[in-house]
């Protein structure tokens, strides 16, 4: 099984709709994410979460909320859905502090298959 | 200026020629850096990473990191088909946040 699964992965919509994407994992990771990638933008921060009670906007946040419902899931909610908001969904994790220096890997992040949303 | 910059190409190389992709940045304080390999409908995957500078080999794969330079290479030797993808480098200061570049996207042909 996959270490960090999304839902749905495919998903149409309407304008104005509310949508919500989900993503669990099983690395026992504190850290989760959510991404989108744009042609040509590359991959953007929109919330990122270092545990349950610990959530904050990333560089793209207005339009999109999200939950930590537990350590192991984050949700990405669009509460009105627009037509710019289409784009490819990636939620990511990372694990806790490690040793520093040379060999630490805990900056690395682990990304989930992405969900593909459109926006009509 | 974009903190990362990446010429997200096309590249395009024959079978077993070898590759090398690049990313420049302007933040000082970054000293993790990494590169992924996206297939194409799939998500990110960890190919190299690398501590401050120096370079770091694993199999085919080198990766070079110049911080004088603000500098980071990737390359990839006896390039074949199944390395044919999108390539990100990223960036950390130690926060547990990356800064992405925009990607290359790498084509091997047979």
């Known amino acids: 099984d996959a270490d960090v699964t999304q839902t749905p992965r495919n998903r149409i919509t309407k304008t104005g709709k509310r949508i919500m994407l989900e993503c669990s994992q099983t690395?026992?990771?504190?850290?989760m994410y959510w991404y989108r990638q744009d042609p040509g933008l590359g991959l953007r921060l929109i919330y990122y979460?270092?545990?349950?009670?610990?959530?904050n906007k990333g560089e793209i946040s207005d339009g999109y909320s999200v939950s930590r419902q537990a350590q192991a899931k984050f949700s990405l909610s669009l509460e009105s859905a627009i037509p710019n908001q289409t784009a490819l969904y990636f939620c990511?994790?990372?694990?806790?502090?490690?040793?520093?220096?040379?060999?630490?890997?805990?900056?690395?992040?682990?990304f989930g298959p992405g969900t593909r949303l459109t926006v009509l | 200026q974009k903190e990362v910059e990446q010429d997200p190409g096309p590249l395009s190389v024959p079978e077993g020629a070898i590759v090398s992709l690049n990313c420049t940045y302007s933040?000082?304080?970054?000293?993790?850096f990494m590169w992924y390999r996206q297939y194409s409908r799939k998500g990110p995957e960890l190919l190299m990473y690398?501590?401050?500078?120096g370079n770091k080999e694993d199999g085919r794969f080198t990766a070079q990191v110049d911080k004088s330079s603000k500098y980071i290479s990737l390359f990839i030797r006896d390039s074949q088909p199944s390395d044919s993808a999108t390539y990100l480098c990223?960036?950390?200061?130690?926060?547990?946040?990356?800064?992405f570049g925009k990607g290359t996207l790498l084509t091997v042909n047979p």
């Open positions: 990511a994790t990372s694990g806790t502090p490690g040793l520093a220096g040379e060999g630490s890997r805990s900056d690395t992040q682990y």
């Open positions: 690395k026992g990771h504190d850290r």
């Open positions: 979460s270092f545990d349950v009670k610990d959530i």
């Open positions: 933040n000082s304080a970054f000293q993790y």
């Open positions: 690398t501590y401050s500078s």
């Open positions: 990223a960036m950390s200061v130690g926060d547990y946040k990356l800064t």
